[in-house]
T-cell receptor, first 116, second 118 residues
Framework: AQKITQTQPGMFVQEKEAVTLDCTYDTSDPSYGLFWYKQPSSGEMIFLIYQGSYDQQNATEGRYSLNFQKARKSANLVISASQLGDSAMYFCAMRGLQGGSEKLVFGKGTKLTVNP | GAVVSQHPSRVICKSGTSVKIECRSLDFQATTMFWYRQFPKQSLMLMATSNEGSKATYEQGVEKDKFLINHASLTLSTLTVTSAHPEDSSFYIC??????????????FGPGTRLTVT
């Protein structure tokens, strides 16, 4: 079975600083995808970044980068130059085969607070 | 980018009544749609996967007779919470998967529907 673990219930960071949100995963599937989503208080899920299991390079999208360490089964999200608007819940998710169909499984999330 | 809409965004209903939530893919065709449930301060839990023109596949522990899912077209899926009870109060989020292009596809999320059962 697939599992996503986010061990940080809450994180605090000063504005303009960088922050790393941890995510580890477990799967026996050789092919999978890893995602990070941001969920502000409004509730919408905002896609941030994607990393495929066969991608050789770490994914980057603007201020977001994914530190993919396959051997360690970790996919940490790095947000550089934090902004007040980055305060939100962040979910790590993995897509892979489960029960014969592809599903997206989410971690418990990390609440990020950016302080001015 | 692709847009998924949900209607209504908020609904309050009385215990024992049924509520229908619509999920639409506005600018793409979605062969597969997913329904998630999120309790306050918790993660998204997959309830069911629906494929256009066929019966939905429910996750373990989700009552299919209580949460009726219909995926009647490539752009519309509905979730009906039948005989709602206060414990069904939650945030329901749908997600739509676009056609595969060169083996790559995206999954887009709707804005969610907050259901409160009194």
């Amino acid at each position: 079975a697939q599992k996503i673990t986010q061990t940080q219930p809450g994180m605090f960071v000063q504005e303009k600083e960088a922050v790393t949100l941890d995510c580890t995963y477990d799967t026996s599937d050789p092919s999978y995808g890893l995602f990070w989503y941001k969920q502000p208080s409004s509730g919408e899920m905002i896609f941030l970044i994607y990393q495929g299991s066969y991608d050789q390079q770490n994914a980057t999208e603007g201020r977001y980068s994914l530190n993919f360490q396959k051997a360690r089964k970790s996919a940490n999200l790095v947000i550089s130059a934090s902004q007040l608007g980055d305060s939100a819940m962040y979910f790590c998710a993995m897509r892979g085969l489960q029960g014969g169909s592809e599903k997206l499984v989410f971690g418990k999330g990390t609440k990020l607070t950016v302080n001015p | 980018g692709a847009v998924v809409s949900q209607h209504p965004s908020r609904v309050i209903c009385k215990s024992g009544t049924s509520v229908k939530i619509e999920c639409r893919s506005l600018d793409f065709q979605a062969t597969t749609m997913f329904w998630y449930r999120q309790f306050p301060k918790q993660s998204l839990m997959l309830m069911a996967t629906s494929n256009e023109g066929s019966k939905a596949t429910y996750e373990q522990g989700v009552e299919k007779d209580k949460f009726l899912i219909n995926h009647a077209s490539l752009t519309l899926s509905t979730l009906t919470v039948t005989s709602a009870h206060p414990e069904d109060s939650s945030f329901y989020i749908c997600s739509a998967r676009a056609f595969e292009l060169a083996g790559v596809y995206e999954q887009y999320f709707g804005p969610g529907t907050r259901l409160t059962v009194t």
